[in-house]
Structure formats: C-alpha cells, structure tokens
T-cell receptor
Framework: GNSVTQMEGPVTLSEEAFLTINCTYTATGYPSLFWYVQYPGEGLQLLLKATKADDKGSNKGFEATYRKETTSFHLEKGSVQVSDSAVYFCALSWGSSASKIIFGSGTRLSIRP | DVKVTQSSRYLVKRTGEKVFLECVQDMDHENMFWYRQDPGLGLRLIYFSYDVKMKEKGDIPEGYSVSREKKERFSLILESASTNQTSMYLC???????????FGQGTRLTVV
C-alpha cells in the first residue's frame, strides 16, 4: 500500500544553518505531496504542497520538489531561525474524490540561537 | 478561513467507559478524518469518511468506530476505552481531490 518514510529526528541545528529533512514515498498513481508543521502547543498546519511531478512547493523560505524518479519530497531551507523549531510531517494524498491522506512519523527540529 | 473544531482539548476517562470525540467543520468538506498522534509514530489514520454515512477503515481501526450523520460532523467512538488508547486525537477535513486537509486543535485523551 501507499506509505511515507521520513527522516528520523530529533534534528538540532544552529541558527542560519542549512536544513534538509528527507521524505520518500511509495504510491501508485499520481499522489499529491505535502509538508505540514506543528509548532509547540499548536495544531497541524500546511507548510507547502506539490501536486504533480517536478512541482516545487515553497512557503516561509522552505522549499520541496516533487521528484517522481526518486519518489522523494525533501524539505529544505537555506537559513533556519529559532522560530522554525517545530515538528515537521511529510504527507501524501491520493484518490480523485474520496482522497485519503497519510503521514510520515514526523521530525522534531530544534534550532539553537 | 476553514475551521475544524474538536469538542474538547483535554479528556480523562476511565477504563471501560464509552467515549465520544466530536468534530465539526464549517467548510462543507466531503472528506473527514480521524488520526491519532503518538511520539515517534507520527499521525496514524483511524477512520476516514468521504460522505454522509460513508466510512472507510484506516490503518488502526481496532477499538474504534465512527459516525457521520451530517456532513459537517464526524464522531469518533471508543466503545470501551483502554489505557493503550491514551493519545492525542486529531480531526481533519478536506474537499474532494488530492488537496490538503485542515486540522482541529486536537483532543488529548487520557484513559486511567
């Protein structure tokens, strides 16, 4: 069946460091891919998405490119800030109308000042 | 803005109790979901509904049931709560098609 595999955490970086969080997926057909973020004490919110191969999603300085050939959707940011400390989830959705959404295990990111 | 509202932020129930978790969305979305979130396991799909009275099992449906009598409301039922159902429960909704889900704030359930 469909699945999402995400880089395990926790990840600790210094402010202004480069961030990569790896995500790979297994899916039939043409899924959409997402990154969600959960800040401390808050609910899940969408960070960015890509709906077809070679699409790049971007938001708040984060980027991820839908790579069908490597079945990947890695999250990157060139210079992280303390305020980026959160848990990040990779997710995929499939189905034309009754669309299921499944998530990876989450990666906790901590940024040191 | 889409709003998904879960009836309680925190609940404490006793083993063996029947527990109802309620979720309401205000955007006329067809799809609704219940997940549980546990450290190191991410979000796991319990049940999914794509229309009124229509439901599908997710990855971990054992011990749970759901009800969707109206489009805006999706209830998760723990028939006989057990301690291994202590978790954070998240409700979400989405329109049809491969698009994002919108989440409620979550209900932290403790079964003692």
């Amino acid at each position: 069946g469909n699945s999402v595999t995400q880089m395990e955490g926790p990840v600790t970086l210094s402010e202004e460091a480069f961030l990569t969080i790896n995500c790979t997926y297994t899916a039939t057909g043409y899924p959409s891919l997402f990154w969600y973020v959960q800040y401390p004490g808050e609910g899940l919110q969408l960070l960015l998405k890509a709906t077809k191969a070679d699409d790049k999603g971007s938001n708040k300085g984060f980027e991820a490119t839908y790579r069908k050939e490597t079945t990947s959707f890695h999250l990157e940011k060139g210079s992280v800030q303390v305020s980026d400390s959160a848990v990040y989830f990779c997710a995929l959705s499939w189905g034309s109308s009754a669309s299921k959404i499944i998530f990876g295990s989450g990666t906790r990111l901590s940024i040191r000042p | 803005d889409v709003k998904v509202t879960q009836s309680s932020r925190y609940l404490v129930k006793r083993t063996g109790e029947k527990v109802f978790l309620e979720c309401v969305q205000d955007m006329d979305h067809e799809n609704m979901f219940w997940y549980r979130q546990d450290p190191g396991l991410g979000l796991r799909l319990i049940y999914f509904s794509y229309d009124v009275k229509m439901k599908e099992k997710g990855d971990i449906p054992e011990g749970y049931s759901v009800s969707r009598e109206k489009k805006e409301r999706f209830s998760l039922i723990l028939e006989s709560a057990s301690t291994n159902q202590t978790s954070m429960y998240l409700c979400a909704s989405s329109p049809p098609g491969n698009t994002e889900a919108f989440f409620g704030q979550g209900t932290r359930l403790t079964v003692v």
